[in-house]
């Protein structure tokens, strides 16, 4: 009925509660596509407006304050919806049996457990896995920077003393809260006091919840023979054990909350094995001054590169996997690309030689390999994209460039450099929890590669040449290549099977009824033979965007 804007926001409500639904995927993009199609037209309808206005808050720090006044509306909603009556779960009731006092405990503990799961409620985003770490004080954070800039000192002490009551010794707030009162002068700062949140510090959205549950009363005299006499000490007691047992299980459940709640990256054991013959750790996460980075020389050989090499050449085409956009980063440089699929079928033709596309699929399982092992994961990856690319210098627009091939990003969030954050949300291809590419030749000018910091100014700058990988979770950018042709191979592994890309799928499936009478053979791909495997001594041994690199 010709209402497109009405139907990109509908698609764009229903991709981000599923964000693993293909078909919806590629209608978004059909959509970006379209004339006339603006930005502004993928809303979603079904946003909570506490949660939209933290977006906004995020961005720009001056909307924090609607966002804050939303929250507490929200929240004072879900606390007064725990009040109903009493839910069974089902057909419980059908077997629930209980005097008058056990059932006004169930009752007590079911609407306190309620009202302190509102705090994750209130966090969580549809299409997320886990709520948004610390939602609450985050306000305050933002809020106390936004007054800063404004130059509002006491309304960003104010915030700065909220926000130390949900973490007194955070170091970096305490040395703002320093500095805005050496401002400020002492006098005129010290009467300031931490906004009164809802109520005060008691309320169990300015605490941790364990902290609230342990100020519950535990033994029988406390809990109920206080409050009702008449009730035998025998029912007390076995009530009042009841009590402390539902208790501990709220707070275990909590602390199983807050725990993965933690980025992944503190669980990643660096510095794992090799597996391969030939590799070697050329810089680890220390010497690239940052957290789960690589650099691995040795890949594969340089006659394997040539191979590859060529077959970038015969079967690549401009602007595949950049939705037909020749240059979709920068308009000095032109991309091609080839996906493994689509080099296993011209191999299956007879358009490329089949052997350069089998090596091709079988490199690629040795880069996914290889993370597994050196960041020491306890789950398998699987693909959610891989590509092989060659990007070009185009000569006649290289002059007084200042541009980078690929600007500083994250490949699975929305890097926000002034706030020193990386928020995990759609149009983010959030589910893509690695990165890794391998670099086929180093006979070219400029297109070397930077690890950055989250405030997307402190690099690392590392060299690029044939056979070797960098991986990473952080951000980073590509210098723009200047004269010649830089060819690689991306790859974007996942640890959700779920989300495996459905053409790596197919990819699979052609290799097994192409080489049914023999296994798929990782060992044909070897990195040089001169150097030893060198993982032993290496320190540091022992959490959508777009389709290209």
């Known amino acids: 009925i010709h209402k497109i804007a009405k139907a990109v926001a509908a698609a764009h409500t229903f991709f981000v509660g599923n964000p693993d639904h293909m078909e919806m995927r590629q209608n978004l993009e059909y959509y970006q596509m379209m004339a006339g199609v603006k930005e502004s037209d993928f809303t979603d309808l079904e946003a909570k407006p506490h949660m939209g206005e933290f977006r906004l808050g995020v961005k720009f720090y001056t909307e924090e304050q609607p966002a804050l006044e939303e929250y507490f509306v929200a929240d004072a909603e879900c606390r007064a919806l725990c009040e109903g009556p009493y839910d069974y779960e089902g057909y419980n009731y059908l077997e629930y049996n209980a005097d008058l006092v056990q059932a006004i405990t169930d009752h007590y503990v079911q609407v306190l457990s309620c009202k302190q799961s509102c705090v994750t409620e209130l966090a969580s985003q549809p299409g997320q896995g886990k709520p948004v770490e610390d939602f609450l004080p985050s306000h305050f954070n933002y809020l106390q920077f936004a007054y800063y800039n404004s130059g509002s000192y006491e309304k960003a002490i104010e915030c700065a003393k909220t926000y130390l009551l949900f973490f007194p010794s955070d170091e970096v707030m305490n040395q703002n809260l320093a500095y805005y009162t050496a401002v400020l002068g002492e006098g005129l700062a010290a ?73 992944v990256s503190s669980f990643v054991r660096e510095g794992g094995p090799l597996l391969y013959e030939g590799l070697s750790v050329t810089m680890n996460s220390r010497q690239l001054n940052g957290s789960q980075r690589v650099v691995v020389d040795g890949v594969i050989s340089e006659d394997e590169c040539r191979e590859l090499q060529k077959l970038t050449n015969e079967a690549a085409s401009a602007g595949d996997g950049y939705r037909g956009k020749t240059s979709p980063h920068t308009p000095s440089e032109t991309f091609y690309g080839v996906t493994v699929l689509k080099a296993l079928k011209l191999g299956q033709e007879g358009k490329v030689p089949m052997r350069s596309a089998r090596l091709y699929y079988n490199v690629t399982e040795k880069v996914r390999r290889l993370a597994e092992s050196y960041f020491r994961l306890d789950s398998p990856l699987y693909f959610s994209y891989s590509h092989l690319v060659c990007r070009t210098a185009i000569e006649d627009k290289q002059a007084d460039r200042t541009d980078s091939s690929h600007a500083v990003h994250v490949d699975n969030c929305i890097l926000n450099a002034e ?5 995990k949300e759609p149009p983010a291809y ?3 929890d690695y990165s890794a590419i391998l670099y086929l030749n180093g006979d070219f000018e400029g297109g070397a590669f930077y ?91 022992g959490v959508d965007g777009k389709d290209e690199l």
Do not use: H, Y
Request: net charge neutral.
């Open 191 to 263: 009467p300031i006091g931490p906004r009164e949140v809802r109520g005060g510090r008691g309320r169990s959205g300015c605490q941790a919840p364990s902290q609230a549950l342990r100020r519950l009363p535990r033994g029988p005299e406390q809990a109920l023979t206080a409050s009702l006499p008449r009730v035998e000490r025998e029912t007390a007691a076995r009530i009042s054990e009841e009590i402390g047992n539902l208790m501990k299980e709220i707070e275990t459940l909590v602390e199983e909350k807050t725990k993965e709640s933690v980025d």
């Open 451 to 541: 690890f950055t910091k989250l405030d997307a100014t402190t690099v690392t700058a590392v060299s690029v040449g044939a056979g070797r990988q960098s991986g990473r979770t952080r951000p980073w950018r590509s210098r723009g290549a200047e004269r010649g042709p830089c060819l690689s191979e991306p790859a974007w592994p996942t640890c959700s099977p779920a989300l495996t890309q459905e053409e790596r799928v197919q990819a699979d499936d052609l290799v097994k009824m192409l080489f049914s009478t023999e296994e798929v053979d990782l060992s044909e791909v070897k990195g040089p033979e001169a150097a030893p495997p060198a993982t032993a001594g290496v320190p540091g041994q």
């Open 419 to 423: 706030a020193m954050v990386c928020v």
């Open 430 to 432: 959030t589910f893509r």
